[in-house]
């Protein structure tokens, strides 16, 4: 008879992969020995956070344990930020931040990208497999949602996660919340909703009632969303999503002042926060509080040095606020900076560009001006004309301003057509065209685009209802050629092509074609609820 009690780690270790990632090595040798211990047989170590990366984008890990401290480079709140962006860990991997450290901005800003656990030195035997063990139990119930996430199937997700939520596991607030996520970003906001008050009913969770105001924000109920977030952060101070949230709210609604207050309450709270610094920069530049965004693009570029949430766009609006400052030598150096930064990336060209653009005006050089002008043309002709609608208003009306008329208003022309449902942008372009006097053409040709827009809809989806489908199809894809980013368009040839494959039966061409136009559709605006619908009947 075997008296031995099996330790229910080694079950669980057994076919992990586990990293450790620490700059000291007698502390990976300490970590990897008491893994060993305990059941772990594929163990890869990392000595920084350079090396750490590399390791994670050739593996899949089960398990990390990373020190916050790594050296010279990346810190461990960089490294997990990278994981994470680039979807190198999924939600069943189980990651332990491990430091010395106790500073509370250290702290606040590690915990803000969510490690499943912190630990600080100095660790024990017992206390880590403890840990450990808790852990990973409650992980393995999460790798079948894992894998459909991956796949980017969300229906099956979702049901990967009914299945669990049937067996009452003991991490059951976890897959309740990332149930209610993947039903947020599909769309699904009743359901999403449901699932929040379910959980609402029970006790007041804070991130069940965020997620409430989410689905709130998305039916543009600003003001019952802002009443619950208000709630989230009385009874949560630290509860930092709350804030972000709120603030993205109230800019919805207008209201600049409060969302300002909002980001600088939180970043006092946890100033390592690349993001949230990022955004309280944009805020204040908007508001004309030149100090304070200086203050916060500093503070932002400062702790992305090593980071993957590194902007270009940072650098071009810090140079920005150093010209409106009339501190011109380090507005051109922020963008040499930038240049250097980011010399491989088009996109981070253009915004630099069009930032040089107006450095060079307020230094009184038209000419350096207008061939910094002609440069970001030419970089956006490249890019396709497929930037985000903030850096080609940005880009337009830098164009006003040194009189190219003609050539911004072909720019904003081309944005309101792609975006011809959405007031609020139709609104920022207004906004352009009155800071140039040119408000009553700009009112024209925003009216007269999103009427162009919804004529060629509503035709295309007149002649599919007359059984023409070819002559609709053929409508709507030059339609769609001409205005990419246009979400009513393609998923109106979306319907029209899937319509027509089921009445003459499947064509691989066509089957693929709805595949891309639903993939970037999906880019556009995830939580559309056409997408599912429309998957769903390729599928059938």
Known sequence: MNLIKENPLDRMLKDANILVIDDFQGMRTMLRNIIKDI???KIDTAANGREAMGQLRGTRYDLVICDYNLGPGPNGQHVLEEAKLNQYIGPSCVWVMVTAEKTSDMVMGAAEIKPDDYILKPINHDTLESRLEKLIARKRTLSAIESAVRAK????AIAACDQRI??????????LRIKADLLLDSGRLDDAAKVFDTVLAQRSVPWAKTGLAKVHFQRKEFDTAIGLLQEVIADNRIYMEAYDWLAKVLQAKGDTTQALQVLQNATQLSPNAAVRQKNLGDVAYKSGDLDLAQKAFEKNIKITEFSPTKSAAVYANLAKVYSGKKMDSDALGMLARSKKEFRDDPVAGLETAIAESMVYRGMGQEDKAKEAMEQAHKL???????????LSMEMAQAMLQSGQTEGATALLRSLVKNHHDNPALAAQVQQVFESASLGEQGRALIERSRQEVVDINNQGVSLGREGRYEEAIALLRQAQQELPENETVLLNLCGLLIVHIKRNGPQEALETEVRELLRHAQAINPANRKLQEYSAALAR
């Open 39 to 41: 059941g772990g047989i």
């Open 153 to 156: 199937d969300f229906p099956a």
């Open 380 to 390: 956006n002709q490249e890019l396709g004309n497929k930037v985000q609608p903030a």
């Open 166 to 175: 049937q067996e009452r596991p003991p991490n059951l607030q976890e897959i």
